[in-house]
């Protein structure tokens, strides 16, 4: 009782600067001259919410979304929405997308869905749209231009020629390092819409784009990639400000590619090791992303948490709150044109537990 | 002379058997690899196996390609187990807790395939033992 108040109260006297705490979700505001445009939302992802049999779910990934849940209910000021990016299930089964959307249902607020793959490759998203809607879709809000992409379907023959059963499809792409899966693409279709959908925004219009994949390419091998990156990038290199949040990877990344920032969100369910952990590959994690620490499997929840974001003149703040590390802070630096780590960029700066190996 | 032929064949086997002693050939490396390779290949179906824990989670969805299992630091001192430990027993925890299932022996056969299957993934990678 006592703990729910204290925290109910740190996190109203604390708001926007919430530091110390870990809440599994990401927080973005964005600031504008005017300060009644200026606003924020949550970020949750990566759940993997996963059956076991009946009604019996994976405690350990229940918890995570549970705790993302309650800890948003309890932002002050309260969101303007929340994003969900991806990945609500393990295997996209009924049972598991509502065990997740009947969690997610608790949110105050609207929330959008980004598809991940775990969703999608069992039924190709047909129940998740029953639940959430459209594939991608864009919206407005304050005079940013959103765009939500479903940057995780890949080509016909894998998807509809080479696996007898749907479950068997589902499965093969649900396990990361499985060399029988198939690169994310957004696909000619989607695109053609993003350009159809991006003529009508002003190019000084900042424009912040949700996929559940990377938008960039960093280790084909984990999927850790989107096919079509640079043709997604090309639609969105006229705009001034243009920011990429995607999931998938379930750890801090940043980068810069041209106009475009990128950030990722951490998952609630599990971290996933930087790609450089397998000796056996080349990767191309981006030589900005100063790695989080290495997570402890003890602490169940370490490594899993949230962002807050601000973004001031259409550019991004982020502050990476970890359950059981100190926050991190990466914050687009207007002078160099790229995301910068607060306290970790310069090399003598960095920890030993941000060493990977 | 039956004995005479006998003890002539064992004499001849003993002579055959000291020449190859510190030979093998192209076929014996070529068995144990492929008696290797078939553990590794073992030790690779556990890891995405369903049935090795109690809750349907699997090795890979934490560790894909066995990354951050980092066999080249064991033994090392597990400072949540507050002793040296070898890394069977940190795949036994993860059995145990992750997977919420039962620990394997350090010498099941199981355990053996993980362990090559986690080593396999790391080759070519130096040894450095208690590193942290």
Redesign the interface.
Known sequence: MSNTFDRRQFLKNTTLTLTGTALPITMVELAFAKSSDNFNFAYISDSHI???KGNNF???WDRGLLRAVAETNLLTPKPDFIIFGGDLAQMGSKPELDHGAEMLSKLHGKVYHVMGEHDYYLDLGEYWSKLFGKHYYSFDHKGVHFVVLNSIITYDDWTFNKWPTAQQRMAEMA????PNGSPFMVGDKQRDWLKKDLAKVKKDTPVIVFSHSPLQKIYK??NFWTEDAEAVQALLAPFDKVTVFYGHVHQIQYNQIGNIAFTSAMATA????Y?Q?????QQLLPKLTVQMN?????FERDATGWQFIDVATGRASVNYNLYNNATRTVAFDAQEGHPKDSGYQAVEKRI?PQT?? | MKLLINSCAAVLLLASSNLMADEFTKNDLERWDGQFQAVVKDGRALWTSAELGKNGVVCAQCHPNAANTHPETYPKFQKQLGKVANLWEMVNWCLRNPLEGEPLKADDPRMTALLTYIAWERRGVKLEPGKH
């Open positions: 996963q059956q076991i994976v405690r350990n396990g990361l390092d499985n091998g984990w599990w971290p996933w090791p790609p952990a397998y000796a056996q590959a290495r997570a402890d499997p003890f030993p990977h190996y």
